[in-house]
């Protein structure tokens, strides 16, 4: 059991929780610092390197039969943390603001009700599998927060870094709410049974 606690595809995923405190330090240097464009670039790089972590963890437990109980429980769990973190952070900076909060919102919401909704289902031991359009949904929020960290620092390289990060993380907000909304549907089909 240990050995299965502590296998490369776990470890993957305990560095990508580890990565969270990562780039919340660099947004606290970035507001020390005269120029804070090295600390948006190192943010991104963590980020980059967490996502790609996220593909190979589930893959490498795959293909090597390394899958474990606590590997499925953090896996969600660490990507939450990641992408909510992050979301907080452009939003307290000001990356995002006005409106555009709203998709940080939509987004942070349906990952709360999800959990709670898949939690339950877990206890009926039902389990709802991952669309396509919900892996869609993930690459388009991923994309898009890449973008939000580069921020200010990413709009002197490439023009609209940050405009076009927002777009991004509005076109993941929809996708979320269709997903969910699909998530919901199949869950509540067990919710109502059970009464």
Same mark, same amino acid.
């Given at each position: ?29 970035e507001g ?8 948006? $670039?190192? =943010?991104?790089? +963590? ?8 593909? &190979?963890?589930? /893959? !490498? *437990? ?9 590997g499925r ?28 909060? $709203?998709? =940080?919102?939509? +987004? ?8 709670? &909704?898949?939690? /339950? !289902? *877990? ?25 939000l960290l ?30 969910? /909304? ?14």
């Open positions: 059991m240990a050995s299965r606690t502590y296998s490369i595809p776990n470890l993957l995923t305990y560095g990508r929780i580890l990565c969270v405190p990562l780039i919340v330090v660099c947004f606290f240097i020390k610092l005269d120029s804070s464009d090295f600390a948006r $670039w190192i =943010a991104l790089w +963590i980020f980059i390197i967490a996502s790609i972590t996220d593909f &190979l963890d589930g /893959y !490498l *437990a795959r293909i090597w039969n390394q899958t474990s109980n606590i429980m953090l896996d969600p769990i660490a990507d939450k943390l990641l992408v909510s973190a992050i979301l907080l952070l452009v939003a307290a900076d000001g990356t995002i603001a006005g409106w555009s909060l $709203w998709a =940080a919102i939509i +987004i942070l919401c349906r990952e709360i009700l999800v959990s709670g &909704l898949r939690e /339950y !289902l *877990a206890a009926l031991k039902v389990s709802v599998p991952v669309t396509r359009i919900a892996k869609w949904k993930t690459t388009a929020q991923l994309v898009a927060i890449a973008f580069a921020g200010p620092a990413g709009d002197k390289v490439l023009p609209y870094t940050t405009e076009m990060g927002i777009v991004l993380l509005w076109i993941a907000a929809l996708l979320t709410i269709y997903t969910g /909304y699909d998530y919901f549907r199949a869950g509540l089909k067990h919710v109502v049974d059970e009464e």
